[in-house]
Every structure is written in structure tokens, then in C-alpha cells.
């Protein structure tokens, strides 16, 4: 067996998903916050879209990295939200999801030993793709005190000679951690003053609730955009978990290795699926679907914070974005696994520990659910917290 892929750890969230989803299966009603998925369905402009493409025959192969019309589709949408300007061209691919785009973005600009700076708390999945590209990740830690954001004083500190990239992820998963755009400029400037690409996963960029706009770091200077990796998808703003849609922007010569790893593994993303986005992108509907759902996800977070703010013994850092919250529970004196896995047992509430996400006196609930499923996991969850307080 290769020692690398012996080494991957099982993702966490899917595992506490699965031990929730055997738990229901029993008839246990579970109160989930473990998945990042939206519980809106995909909206039916985008699904009528595929159904049209499959009954016109539209389920052969495309360009490896994404049918032209899609990728300009996805161009036009960087110019317009985002105020980066990629050609379609020779600077975009479609992928079979944010994740593989990620994944991609990693095998063509990393080395085997070179390093990529990770800001902790993170993602869990970017340190198992970061070694399976053959480097590693090099974690940075912030804190609830500076909102879990990167310093450019940080980044400088961290930097070693077989440094090659720096990840950034805002709105984060699993803090909600969102940074302004003089903080992603004094940051972009101290990446390309020493040289390091910028791997920017702007996922969450729909849901921010600090009244700010959102910014791309990508945006901020000609020189910040030659050395960035802009990464985006469907999955979250359309609902579109399953469908597999993730894309991203680089200089061309990313873009062409990104494409080259893709045709191999992938061939191409899903034809139907490329279909769904493009009408997510480009019809009007899809975007007035969209907004109820985003205004759910901003009631959601001030509830859930508040209930979280009043629970004795659990401190909480106010989410800026995303659809996560990341409770410090460390004064209960369990492991963050222990917690999780008691939470899930006792009182059937689904969590996940933070250990994974690289800060084991935290946890992570998803707010991706009805107000009702908060309003009751969250009294379970105080009643659990309060028998441990004993």
C-alpha cells in the first residue's frame, strides 16, 4: 500500500454524519450540526436546466476543464462580484467540485517537502491534500482574540526556505472568521514580497454578516492576482452540495497544470451538472432563489450565538460568516472526541470535534439546518454541558 494515502485520516464530519445517520436509522431523533450542508433544495431553475440538458442528449464528454460557455459563465462572474479579470479561456477550470479544485491547485504548485502555510483553526481537509501533492502543512496558530485571522507579522514569522504558498479561507470553515479588504491587502503584499502563491477558497463568500462587503484578495492588486489561486463553487451558495460544480481563476500556467491533473483523473466534471451551473450563474431566478436562503443563514447565526453565549462553562467567538460556529468547551475537561462522541450518545446531538480542524477545546456546529433543529439541539446540548458541570 502507499504509505501516503496509508497516512490520509478519514474526514471527521463524515464520520460523526454517518454515526448520526446510523443513530436515526434506529428511529433516535438526532439534532445534527455535523455536515455543512444547506437544507434548502437546489433551486428548481437550476434543476430544470439539467433535466434539459440530459433530454437534449447533453451527457458526453466536454473540454477537460469545463465546457467554454460554463468557464465564461464563470469569468464573467469574478469580473462582475468579484473584480478579478480572467480570461475563460486560458485562466478558468470547472471541477468536480471546490474540493477537487483545491486538490488540483495543490498538485501543480507544490513540490515534494515544499510547505504550505495553514492558518489554525482550519478546514480539515487541506492538510490530508496538501500531503497527498507530497508537501506539508505548515500551521500557523490564531485565536479568538484576533477573530482567527492570519496576520501578515504571522505569515512573515512562519515562512521557511521550501516555503512555496499561503491557504486562505474566508468566510472560514469552522470559525466563520471573515477578513476585511485592507487586511487581505497587507497580507497579499507580504505573500508576494516573499514569493508565495496564495491559495484563496472564497466558498463561503455569500454568507457574510458584518455588513462589509466581501472582498477578493485576488482583486486587490495586479501583482496579489499573478500569484493567487481563487477558488469558488456552487456547493453552498445554490445548494448544490451534491452536484459537484467547484471552479477557480489562476495566472495560465496554473490553470494548464490544474487542467493536465483533471484530464486524468477526472476527465471532466459531471456534463448535466456543468448545465445546473451555468443556469445557477447566469439566470436571474437562480439569484432571487438564493436570497431567502442567505437571509436564513444570518437569522440562524445570531440565534444559534446567542443560545451558545448563554450555556455556563462555553466560550464563543461570533461567527462573521459561513454557516459555522466554533464553541470552545475546554473547561469541561474532555478532549474535543470524547465530547463530540458523549454529545452524540447522551443526548443525540450531532457535533464535530475541533481536534480534526486543528484545536481540540473547540467544536464545530453547522447552522445549515431549520431554526427548529437549533432551538432544540442547542437546549440538548445545555442540558448535556450542565450534567458534566455536574
Same mark, same amino acid.
Given at each position: 500500500?502507499?504509505?501516503?494515502?496509508?497516512?490520509?485520516?478519514?474526514? #471527521?464530519?463524515?464520520?460523526?454524519?454517518?454515526?448520526?445517520?446510523?443513530?436515526?436509522?434506529?428511529?433516535?431523533?438526532?439534532?445534527?450540526?455535523? +455536515?455543512?450542508?444547506?437544507?434548502?433544495?437546489?433551486?428548481?431553475?437550476?434543476?430544470?436546466?439539467?433535466?434539459?440538458?440530459?433530454?437534449?442528449?447533453?451527457?458526453?464528454?466536454?473540454?477537460?476543464?469545463?465546457?467554454?460557455?460554463?468557464?465564461?459563465?464563470?469569468?464573467?462572474?469574478?469580473?462582475?462580484?468579484?473584480?478579478?479579470?480572467?480570461?475563460?479561456?486560458?485562466?478558468?477550470?470547472?471541477?468536480?467540485?471546490?474540493?477537487?479544485?483545491?486538490?488540483?491547485?495543490?498538485? +501543480?504548485?507544490?513540490?515534494?517537502?515544499?510547505?504550505?502555510?495553514?492558518?489554525?483553526?482550519?478546514?480539515?481537509?487541506?492538510? &490530508?491534500?496538501?500531503?497527498?501533492?507530497?508537501? @506539508?502543512?505548515?500551521?500557523?496558530?490564531?485565536?479568538?482574540?484576533?477573530?482567527?485571522?492570519?496576520?501578515?507579522?504571522?505569515?512573515?514569522?512562519?515562512?521557511?526556505?521550501?516555503?512555496?504558498?499561503?491557504? !486562505?479561507?474566508? *468566510?472560514?470553515?469552522?470559525?466563520?472568521?471573515?477578513?476585511?479588504?485592507?487586511?487581505?491587502? #497587507?497580507?497579499?503584499?507580504?505573500?508576494?514580497?516573499?514569493?508565495?502563491?496564495?491559495?484563496?477558497?472564497? $466558498?463561503?463568500?455569500?454568507?457574510?454578516?458584518?455588513?462589509?462587503?466581501?472582498?477578493?484578495?485576488?482583486? !486587490?492588486?495586479?501583482?496579489?492576482?499573478?500569484?493567487?489561486?481563487?477558488?469558488?463553487?456552487?456547493?453552498?451558495?445554490?445548494? $448544490?452540495?451534491?452536484?459537484?460544480?467547484?471552479?477557480?481563476?489562476? *495566472?495560465?500556467?496554473?490553470?494548464?497544470? $490544474?487542467?493536465?491533473?483533471?484530464?486524468?483523473? +477526472?476527465?471532466?466534471?459531471?456534463?448535466?451538472?456543468?448545465?445546473?451551473?451555468?443556469?445557477? !450563474?447566469?439566470?436571474?431566478?437562480?439569484?432571487?432563489?438564493?436570497?431567502?436562503?442567505?437571509?436564513?443563514?444570518? &437569522?440562524?447565526?445570531?440565534?444559534?450565538?446567542?443560545?451558545?453565549?448563554?450555556?455556563?462553562?462555553?466560550?464563543?467567538?461570533?461567527?462573521?460568516?459561513?454557516?459555522?460556529?466554533? *464553541?470552545?468547551?475546554?473547561?469541561?475537561?474532555?478532549?474535543?472526541?470524547?465530547?463530540?462522541?458523549? !454529545?452524540?450518545?447522551?443526548?443525540?446531538?450531532?457535533?464535530?470535534?475541533?481536534?480534526?480542524?486543528?484545536?481540540?477545546?473547540?467544536?464545530?456546529?453547522?447552522?445549515?439546518?431549520?431554526?427548529?433543529?437549533?432551538?432544540?439541539?442547542?437546549?440538548?446540548? @445545555? &442540558?448535556?454541558?450542565?450534567?458534566?458541570?455536574?
Amino acid at each position: 500500500m502507499n504509505s501516503t494515502v496509508e497516512s490520509i485520516r478519514p474526514s #471527521a464530519t463524515l464520520a460523526i454524519a454517518a454515526k448520526a445517520k446510523e443513530l436515526a436509522a434506529k428511529g433516535v431523533r438526532i439534532c445534527s450540526f455535523a +455536515a455543512g450542508e444547506p437544507d434548502f433544495d437546489t433551486p428548481q431553475v437550476i434543476k430544470d436546466a439539467a433535466c434539459r440538458a440530459i433530454a437534449a442528449g447533453q451527457t458526453k464528454y466536454t473540454a477537460a476543464k469545463g465546457m467554454p460557455a460554463l468557464c465564461e459563465a464563470v469569468a464573467a462572474k469574478f469580473r462582475r462580484v468579484n473584480g478579478i479579470s480572467y480570461d475563460p479561456a486560458t485562466e478558468i477550470i470547472v471541477s468536480s467540485g471546490g474540493k477537487q479544485s483545491l486538490f488540483f491547485a495543490f498538485q +501543480a504548485l507544490l513540490d515534494r517537502g515544499e510547505e504550505a502555510i495553514v492558518p489554525s483553526p482550519f478546514w480539515l481537509s487541506y492538510p &490530508e491534500m496538501i500531503r497527498l501533492a507530497g508537501g @506539508r502543512a505548515r500551521f500557523v496558530r490564531t485565536s479568538a482574540r484576533s477573530g482567527y485571522k492570519l496576520t501578515p507579522e504571522q505569515l512573515r514569522r512562519a515562512v521557511r526556505p521550501r516555503t512555496r504558498a499561503v491557504v !486562505l479561507n474566508y *468566510p472560514s470553515n469552522p470559525t466563520g472568521a471573515v477578513y476585511t479588504a485592507a487586511e487581505l491587502r #497587507a497580507l497579499g503584499e507580504t505573500a508576494v514580497e516573499l514569493g508565495l502563491w496564495i491559495v484563496a477558497d472564497e $466558498m463561503y463568500e455569500r454568507m457574510v454578516y458584518t455588513g462589509e462587503p466581501f472582498a477578493s484578495i485576488a482583486s !486587490l492588486s495586479p501583482a496579489i492576482r499573478a500569484r493567487t489561486v481563487t477558488v469558488n463553487g456552487c456547493s453552498k451558495a445554490y445548494s $448544490m452540495t451534491g452536484w459537484r460544480i467547484g471552479y477557480a481563476g489562476a *495566472p495560465a500556467e496554473v490553470v494548464r497544470a $490544474m487542467t493536465a491533473c483533471q484530464s486524468h483523473c +477526472a476527465s471532466n466534471p459531471c456534463t448535466p451538472a456543468q448545465f445546473a451551473a451555468l443556469a445557477a !450563474l447566469t439566470d436571474p431566478a437562480a439569484e432571487e432563489a438564493v436570497q431567502p436562503m442567505l437571509r436564513a443563514f444570518a &437569522e440562524r447565526s445570531e440565534r444559534i450565538y446567542a443560545l451558545l453565549r448563554a450555556v455556563k462553562g462555553v466560550r464563543v467567538a461570533k461567527p462573521a460568516g459561513a454557516f459555522y460556529i466554533f *464553541p470552545n468547551v475546554k473547561a469541561f475537561g474532555l478532549g474535543s472526541i470524547e465530547f463530540c462522541h458523549r !454529545l452524540l450518545e447522551e443526548r443525540h446531538v450531532a457535533a464535530v470535534p475541533g481536534a480534526p480542524f486543528g484545536d481540540d477545546g473547540c467544536i464545530r456546529f453547522s447552522y445549515a439546518c431549520s431554526m427548529e433543529n437549533i432551538e432544540e439541539g442547542m437546549a440538548r446540548f @445545555r &442540558e448535556f454541558c450542565d450534567s458534566l458541570r455536574g
